[in-house]
């Protein structure tokens, strides 16, 4: 069951979730992740571990890769706003994505 939460300060409305996702960063490291909000433009997590996240990283979650911007941090749970939804084969490539700013 999801439930929409209101907030003046967003451009789009979230919705609580309980989702299962994989963080991303290239030569780095991959972690597990929940996602506990999404929006259109972004997403909540809550890290299955503490550790610091990169200001650019990949999602992926229900079969969709995502690159991301960390807006915020605290504690295990981050902001995180989409940037590009990214094919299987670009995700090959991350290390090349992850460099390149996308609008």
Request: aromatic share 4%; net charge positive.
């Amino acid at each position: 069951m999801s439930q929409v939460l209101d907030s003046d300060r967003r451009a789009s409305a979230r919705t609580q979730v309980q989702i299962e996702a994989m963080v991303i960063a290239p030569n780095r490291f991959h972690a597990l992740a929940t996602i506990v909000d999404l929006s259109k433009g972004g997403c909540q997590i809550r890290l299955a571990r503490a550790l610091e996240l990169p200001q650019r990283l990949v999602v992926e979650f229900d079969g969709m890769v995502y690159l991301c911007d960390r807006r915020w941090m605290k504690g295990q749970n981050a902001g995180l706003q989409f940037l590009d939804v990214l094919s299987r084969a670009q995700r090959k490539g991350l290390a090349g994505i992850m460099s390149t700013p996308r609008m």
